[in-house]
């Protein structure tokens, strides 16, 4: 049993630091190759190993996906949407609120994903 849990489920080093920092790599990625406006448009996708991914869209939750947080349905993600429809975007307008859009992922992630909030701080 251990080793089909190993093989499927959450590495047994993942902690709920380690999924915020791999959401913050996440949000900076989608930025950095797609744009803001893509961001906010978009999800992180929260998959059976507890590894945060950028998906853009809302992607249905089948397969693989054990939990999806749409961007743009978060209230953190308002100015974000504000910014991502200036023209000339300078990234001074918009990190300062990424901090902030990373932490409500999280809190949705605690409060509707079991998998996720029985992880340990870490």
Same mark, same amino acid.
């Given at each position: 049993?251990?080793?089909?849990? /190993?093989? *499927?489920?959450?590495?047994? +080093?993942?902690?709920?630091?380690?999924?915020?920092?791999?959401?913050?790599?996440?949000?900076?990625?989608?930025? +950095?190759?797609?744009?803001?406006?893509?961001?906010?448009?978009?999800?992180?996708?929260?998959?059976?190993?507890?590894?945060?991914? *950028?998906? /853009?869209?809302?992607?249905? !939750?089948?397969?693989?996906?054990? *939990?999806?947080?749409? =961007? !743009?349905?978060? @209230? &953190?993600? &308002?100015?974000?949407? %504000?910014?991502? !429809?200036? &023209?000339?975007?300078?990234?001074?307008?918009?990190?300062?609120?990424?901090?902030?859009?990373?932490?409500?992922? =999280?809190?949705? *992630? @605690?409060?509707?994903?079991?998998? %996720?909030?029985?992880?340990?701080?870490?």
């Amino acid at each position: 049993m251990g080793l089909l849990s /190993s093989l *499927f489920g959450a590495h047994p +080093n993942t902690t709920k630091l380690k999924v915020t920092g791999l959401t913050a790599s996440a949000v900076d990625c989608a930025i +950095n190759d797609a744009g803001l406006g893509i961001l906010v448009d978009g999800s992180i996708v929260l998959d059976k190993k507890l590894h945060p991914t *950028f998906r /853009s869209g809302k992607p249905e !939750r089948r397969g693989n996906i054990l *939990f999806v947080a749409a =961007i !743009r349905d978060l @209230e &953190e993600a &308002e100015i974000l949407k %504000f910014i991502s !429809r200036i &023209e000339l975007q300078d990234p001074s307008m918009y990190q300062p609120y990424l901090g902030q859009l990373i932490d409500a992922v =999280i809190r949705k *992630f @605690e409060a509707q994903c079991p998998d %996720f909030a029985a992880l340990p701080k870490g």
